[in-house]
């Protein structure tokens, strides 16, 4: 019992810890894109330079579920751990690099494109990350043991990861060291490091050990090709990509459309900001854990179908009371919205396991889940700045809101369908 405890925790801070380098490294590139802009992006226009700028950002995001293949066939294939160590490596190297491009007045078109590269690499990284260690921590733990609690803790290191970025980049701004912003690019690798030793130190899941035995070898030469999640778990696939939506939304909704927006309104200023990521970062971080316990006790399906609910209901108000012009209605609106939507996002890790047989449990997870946050969450900012254009009404992108919280209650539907359909798929 002592030993599959200490094996369970040092897998768990193994997975947190690489999960929190990997986000720390994927965030920093948005957090210094103003700073990168006319380094890399020069234009006749800032706001053409803005738009080069938010499309590379963009790319990160759609090359997410290409990681998820990718990342995720290995995890299949040869095992969790091979894969972990793989998509920490690279991610760290591409990092790095970003801290060495030379500038756009050096080597001209060059320099944007072995930026888009690096970010390229980026995000097929976080997209065999993201749910590759959850996954890894959950097929670790036993049936009796909280999985919604121990899925939670990577998923709130990643946000950790974050909270490290914008906290660099704060101390770096506001000291007037901007300068120096390819050191924190550079250190990347160092960090990175640290976590592929973190990580090599891990135990591999209990479903690819040794000690696994005729298992081990049924998941090896079973089918493990790309076309199998279509042809085996469509509906699985679907279920994933709506948890993956709602799962998002309303983190990228806030931190990468609202805060900028409502700066742009004179609402709130460039310092208050940045404190109010960071307040948001640190809140999320420390209140994952909190809901995963609490979704473990009273059940994944529950408490993610109430927080859906409660976000479609909420939808409305948290725009009205968003934009009264205050900052303290700003951090009160935008606290809550995050908070009901912990609930939802604690859970994902373990609901969103069952969804897959074991052969197919690492791409089929994050296939889904990349798709939901590709599709809905990386195209939040987009879309609510197109609604607001339309409609001249800065209250609008709550209907975006609402319908997300629909599709993310209907992939809880269809998933727990699923789920008790099939027992041989749960954890």
């Keep these: ?184 690019f550079i250190a990347a690798l160092f960090l990175g490091l640290i976590g592929f030793y973190f990580r090599k130190t891990m135990s591999e899941s209990p479903l690819f050990s040794q000690e696994a035995g005729s298992l081990k070898e049924i998941n090896r030469n079973s089918d493990t090709s790309v076309w199998a999640i279509f042809r085996k778990t469509p509906l699985s696939l679907v279920a994933a990509a709506a948890v993956g939506a709602l799962g998002t939304v309303p983190f990228y909704l806030i931190i990468g459309f609202l805060n900028i927006y409502l700066g742009d309104l004179g609402m709130i200023t460039p310092e208050e900001r940045v404190t109010l990521n960071i307040i948001l970062l640190t809140f999320c971080a420390f209140t994952l854990p909190l809901a995963g316990y609490v979704a473990g006790k009273i059940g994944y399906f529950q408490i993610m179908a109430l927080s859906s609910l409660a976000t479609l209901i909420y939808a409305y108000l948290f725009f009205k009371t968003l934009f009264i012009g205050s900052y303290s209605s700003v951090l009160c609106a935008e606290l809550v919205l995050l908070g009901i939507s912990q609930f939802y996002v604690a859970p994902i890790n373990a609901f969103i396991s069952q969804l897959f047989p074991i052969s197919l449990r690492y791409k089929g997870a994050a296939l889904g889940y990349g798709i939901g946050m590709a599709l809905f969450g990386g195209t939040a900012p987009y879309i609510s700045a197109l609604l607001i254009k339309w409609s001249s009404n800065n209250v609008t992108p709550f209907l975006y809101l609402a319908v997300i919280s629909i599709i993310g209650m209907g992939g809880v539907i269809l998933g727990q369908k699923l789920i008790n359909r099939i027992k041989v798929f749960a954890v």
Aim: aromatic share 14%; charged share 10%.
């Design 1 to 184: 019992m002592k030993t599959f405890y200490s094996t369970l925790k040092q897998t768990t801070i193994a997975a947190a810890l690489g999960n929190m380098l990997e986000f720390y490294n994927f965030t920093l590139f948005s957090l210094f894109l103003p700073i990168l802009l006319p380094i890399f992006f020069p234009a006749d226009s800032h706001f053409a330079s803005l738009l080069l700028g938010y499309l590379v950002l963009a790319v990160g995001f759609l090359a997410y579920p290409f990681g998820s293949l990718l990342f995720g066939y290995i995890g299949d294939k040869y095992g969790r751990k091979r894969a972990l160590l793989l998509s920490i490596s690279f991610m760290a190297i591409a990092t790095s690099l970003i801290g060495f491009i030379p500038s756009y007045q050096q080597v001209g078109y060059l320099a944007p494109l072995a930026l888009s590269l690096c970010r390229i690499v980026q995000g097929i990284c976080t997209g065999g990350e993201a749910i590759g260690a959850g996954i890894l921590v959950v097929e670790h733990a036993k049936k009796d043991s909280n999985v919604s609690f121990l899925g939670s803790i990577p998923a709130a290191f990643g946000t950790l990861g974050a909270l490290l970025a914008s906290i660099i980049v704060y101390l770096l701004t506001k000291h007037h060291l901007a300068s120096y912003w390819r050191y924190p």
